[in-house]
Structures are given as structure tokens and as C-alpha cells.
């Protein structure tokens, strides 16, 4: 049984919008750090955590610059007529995504530790979420690199929650900055276990849906092709 289109459709419509949000920070906290004069934010809690990022320049180039080109590239790596029409271009991008996956989970750790908004509380997040993106990556490359079509695809789905998690932050740490009620040390840790968990459980859920739809058709393992009509 397959997906309903208007199932994969909305999904597409959620994930595209994630990965803009993810890309528009990269943009932003890149001309910010390039011009800080013109780009920097004028809001004292905005411009407390520009400063803040200022002080870890380099760190924090290496982070972003590779996460944009994972958002965008994995993203790509899901539509089905690319890989189906642009196969050796889909795997060389794939072995890029690795390398590029590989800095942002290390730099994301470090950065739990060095530069920190919201305390313990955020480290505790931001570590957890590093590690289980790093893990699902490195067992999407392991399996398909033993020709494990279907567990590589979940595997990755799950990578790319973990991902996104750092996207579906930016609203949540808008809203708590909007109310006012909390001060960023305060906040930023929610924010992050409440981004990060819920994207995550989403790819999760996203998994299981289409293990189950597609159960009568083929296994939940081997040598399988991706579907025609969305991230399956």
C-alpha cells in the first residue's frame, strides 16, 4: 500500500520550509559575522548573542557553512527523479554529505562546551542530539555501503530530523523572545530540547508510517529502491 500523495506532499511542504528556516540562519549569522556593522542585530538579546558568536568565529563558520551545504544537499538526495536520472551524481553528493555530516556533528559537540547560551541545560541538549545525529549517519553510510537500500533511507530520515532540529529552534526561540518572559540563558535550553525532539520524533514517526505502508510490497531490509513519490 502506498503513501497518500497529499500525505507526501504535506510532508514536503514542512521539511522544504525547515530547511529554508535553517538556511536563512546560516545566511544571516554569516553576513553578521562578515559585516557586523551593517548586519548585526540592533535588539539587546540579539545583539548579546551576535557578540557571542563573534568571540568564536572560525568554530563557528566550520559549523554553519557545512550544515547549509547538508541541508541543501540531503534535501536534494531525497527527490526521486535526481537520484533515479543523476545516480553516480547522487552518491559522490552522498559521500559528501558524510564528510560534511562528520564537521557538523564535531563541531556541534565542541560548541555544546565552548559557547553555550543556555547553560547545562542546553549542552545536555545540544550534546545528546550531536551524538544521535552522528550515529545515524554513520549507520546510513554503513548500510549502504553493504547495499542496504531500505535501512540506509531510514537511517538517513533520521539524520535529517536530527538536522532540522536546529531549524524548528529559530520559531520557538522567537516566540520566548517575543513574550519576554524568560531571559536567553533561561530559554535557549527549552528551546532546543522542545526543536530538536520534535523533529526527530517526527523522521521516527515518518519511518514507521512508511515501513508499515509499504510492508505488503517490500521488506523493511535489503536491496530495495527508494519510492517514486516522496522521501521513501
Known amino acids: 500500500m502506498s503513501v497518500p500523495k497529499l500525505v507526501t506532499r504535506l510532508l514536503w511542504v514542512a521539511v522544504c520550509f525547515l530547511a529554508f528556516v535553517g538556511l536563512a540562519a546560516v545566511t544571516r549569522r554569516s553576513l553578521v559575522l562578515l559585516w557586523p556593522a551593517t548586519f548585526a542585530g540592533n535588539f539587546a538579546p540579539a545583539a548579546a548573542l551576535d557578540a557571542g558568536f563573534a568571540r568564536h568565529a572560525a568554530l563557528t563558520f566550520v559549523h554553519i557553512l557545512p550544515g547549509g551545504l547538508f541541508l541543501s544537499l540531503a534535501l536534494l538526495q531525497f527527490v526521486p527523479g535526481f537520484r533515479q536520472k543523476h545516480l553516480q551524481v547522487h552518491r559522490w553528493m552522498g559521500r559528501a554529505l558524510v564528510v560534511c555530516g562528520l564537521i557538523v556533528g564535531i563541531s556541534a559537540l565542541i560548541m555544546s562546551y565552548t559557547m553555550n547560551i543556555g547553560g547545562p541545560n542546553e549542552t545536555a541538549a545540544t550534546t545528546l542530539f550531536a551524538i544521535v545525529f552522528l550515529i545515524c549517519l554513520l549507520k546510513a553510510y554503513r548500510h549502504i555501503r553493504r547495499k542496504e537500500v531500505a535501512r540506509h ?25 517575543a513574550f519576554r518572559r524568560l531571559s536567553p540563558h533561561e530559554f535557549f535550553g527549552i528551546a532546543f530540547w522542545l526543536g530538536f525532539t520534535i523533529t526527530f520524533l517526527a523522521a521516527e514517526a515518518w519511518v514507521e508510517y512508511t515501513r508499515v505502508r509499504s510492508s505488503g510490497q517490500q521488506p523493511a531490509t535489503g536491496n530495495v529502491p527508494f519510492e517514486p513519490n516522496g522521501i521513501r
Open 153 to 177: 533511507r531510514e537511517w538517513m530520515i533520521r539524520a535529517y530530523g536530527a538536522a532540522l532540529g536546529v531549524a524548528t529552534t529559530r520559531p520557538i526561540v522567537g516566540a520566548f523572545f
